[in-house]
């Protein structure tokens, strides 16, 4: 079985939200709604002040509260992990953005544009049925599964992969199957010590944050 | 690193003041025909009492009707029944309405009492709807499903008690029926207070705990002296249970008003580790 995850390297990322924008322009996603985002996160006081950069959005959980509370069925779970919204079925009773522990989820009521008058690029990507329902990241599944069709890897061939791990230009942000231990995906899990964002919940969701390397242990 | 790091909870911007109604008006509605159907009114005073709690469950879902995204997809709602609790909400719903219009057409005690069977189903589902939004700390505690259950029962007792006493002295039944949703919803509010303090944010404890004392103080222990008062002086008896029924009703509406409007804090962002850089 496939179950295609996404893993963010924290050491890496530096917050230059490159992700959001390619995200941005690859979904066609109207002002204030970012599938794909950054936050960014200051702790501590001087001189003894850390900064984390950390990409979020839907984390496409095993167990996703938002397809359990749908009302009507609009939130699917793929077999290969991935968390859908059928935009046809979906009455915008934003049930699922309250049940998201994640903040992933957005509801525009009406169409709306950078600077005012729609640009030709988002006159393009335009879509009315999006209006008024439930939307959030669908780990550009569409080219996912037009990359399949082709015969290609996601996470390795970019037309098979996320916009936003295909923009990042510091590589935080991987993509692949883990369920395959050979995958890329696996192998930063393997050689990594990570965590997922509030695991306690028991969404099993599937994105995981890189922290630190695995300690070496030491024969004795 | 043994805290937690992160983006503190702002609060949901998804449901406003429509959802809010939609468990004020249907948890006061649900309790009025509960009680309505077993205090052994009957004729045009049950048929009255029977519209005006299925008036206001209706009012509630119009409420939510004006604020959902796809008004004309609004029958979508029902294909869900396996996990969705709002799905069973409006099967709940329909049950209701359409046991409770026979009963009044037909001014059937038996079928109101079914009906009332099914209210019970219908305030059991707004309590498990709210718990199951894992995304609001202050909703998610198990407690909450008992206590949205038991201020139904008691705004609706209130209502009914307020009713009565406008024209004549409400049935010593009743008042005892009142008297025990009350002390039950109170007891619901401390459980889910010891519940919900281990889970929400400061700002929502503290909007809660705010709203909680109203209901205490003036959702219980004022209408108890109030009904007391009523039993020891019968000459202000009606005024007192008037007002005993209304606190009842309008702390319990103020409650859950806040509940969904301005307790409700999402669970923000937490990094249980910093990223250590130079290892990679």
Request: proline fraction near 5%; charged fraction near 15%; include cysteine.
């Amino acid at each position: 079985m496939t179950r295609w995850a996404m893993v963010a390297d924290l050491r890496r990322c530096v917050g230059c939200q490159t992700c959001t924008a390619s995200c941005r322009q690859a979904n066609a996603t109207p002002p204030g709604v970012q599938w794909r985002r950054v936050l960014d996160m200051e702790v501590g006081e001087y001189p003894a002040v850390k900064r984390a950069f950390v990409p979020v959005g839907c984390m496409h959980c095993d167990d996703p509260p938002c397809m359990h509370v749908c009302p009507s069925t609009a939130t699917k779970k793929r077999a290969d992990g991935i968390v859908t919204i059928d935009y046809d079925l979906c009455i915008g009773c934003s049930y699922c953005a309250v049940a998201c522990p994640y903040q992933a989820r957005y509801k525009t009521d009406r169409a709306s544009f950078a600077y005012g008058k729609a640009t030709a690029s988002e006159e393009q990507g335009f879509d009315p049925k999006r209006l008024a329902v439930a939307t959030k990241c669908t780990f550009c599944a569409d080219r996912i599964d037009a990359g399949l069709a082709k015969g290609l890897k996601p996470g390795i061939d970019p037309e098979a992969t996320p916009a936003c791990v295909n923009s990042c230009i510091t590589q935080t942000l991987s993509f692949g199957d883990v369920e395959d231990p050979q995958s890329n995906v696996s192998q930063l899990l393997a050689e990594n010590q990570t965590f997922r964002m509030h695991e306690e919940l028991g969404t099993g969701p599937g994105f995981y944050y890189i922290w630190d390397k695995k300690v070496e242990e030491t024969p004795s | 690193m043994k805290d937690n790091f992160g983006v503190n909870p702002w609060h949901q911007t998804n449901w406003d003041f429509r959802a809010a109604f939609n468990f004020m008006f249907g948890g006061a509605g649900s309790g009025l025909l509960l009680i309505a159907a077993f205090s052994g009114i009957a004729g045009n005073a049950l048929r009255a009492e029977l519209l005006l709690g299925m008036a206001l469950i209706g009012a509630g879902l119009i409420s939510v009707w004006f604020e959902i995204g796809r008004p004309l997809r609004a029958l979508n709602v029902g294909f869900n029944p396996h996990t969705s609790w709002m799905t069973r909400e409006s099967y709940a719903a329909g049950l209701v309405f359409a046991l409770g219009l026979a009963a009044v057409w037909l001014a059937s005690q038996p079928l109101a009492q079914a009906a009332a069977l099914a209210v019970l189903m219908f305030a059991y589902c707004q309590g498990r709807l709210l718990q199951a939004a894992k995304g609001i700390p202050a909703w998610r505690v198990p407690a909450l499903t008992w206590l949205v259950f038991t201020t139904a029962l008691a705004e609706g007792a209130g209502l009914f008690v307020a009713l009565a006493a406008l024209f004549d002295t409400p049935a010593r039944g009743a008042l005892a029926y009142f008297s025990l949703a009350l002390i039950a919803r109170a007891l619901a509010w401390s459980i889910y207070r010891s519940g919900v303090s281990k889970t929400a944010v400061r700002a929502a404890l503290a909007v809660l705990e705010r709203s909680g004392k109203i209901l205490i103080q003036f959702g219980t222990i004022a209408p108890l002296a109030l009904l007391l008062l009523g039993l020891l002086a019968p000459d202000v008896a009606r005024i007192a249970l008037l007002l005993a029924g209304l606190a009842a009703l309008a702390t319990g509406w103020q409650f859950k008003f806040v509940l969904i409007t301005r307790a409700a804090y999402n669970q923000g962002f937490a990094l249980p580790h910093l990223p250590v850089r130079g290892t990679q």
